[in-house]
């Protein structure tokens, strides 16, 4: 029964988020990382966290990407 086992699906679903918010977060936490990791270098396609400091970034580009400036590896 296909439909049956959606529905299961479903509230597992369900119980699992609810139960990581409770307790360590961890399911949440990985959704977070992923919406966080929203700085891209444009030349190499590294992530970082968006709360990344601009003298990280500008670190990344000297150690990275010594020819180039910091504009053509990130936007802002
Ligand atoms: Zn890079």
Not at 26 to 40: E, P, T
């Amino acid at each position: 029964m296909p439909s049956g086992y959606g529905f299961h699906k479903e509230k597992m679903k369900k119980c699992a988020e609810s139960g990581g918010k409770r307790s360590s977060g961890s399911g949440s936490h990985l959704l977070a990382n992923r919406a966080a990791m929203s700085i891209q270098c444009k030349v190499c396609r590294q992530t970082f966290m968006c709360t990344t400091s601009r003298s990280l970034l500008e670190d990344h580009v000297a150690r990275r990407h010594e020819s180039r400036s910091y504009d053509e590896c990130f936007d802002e």
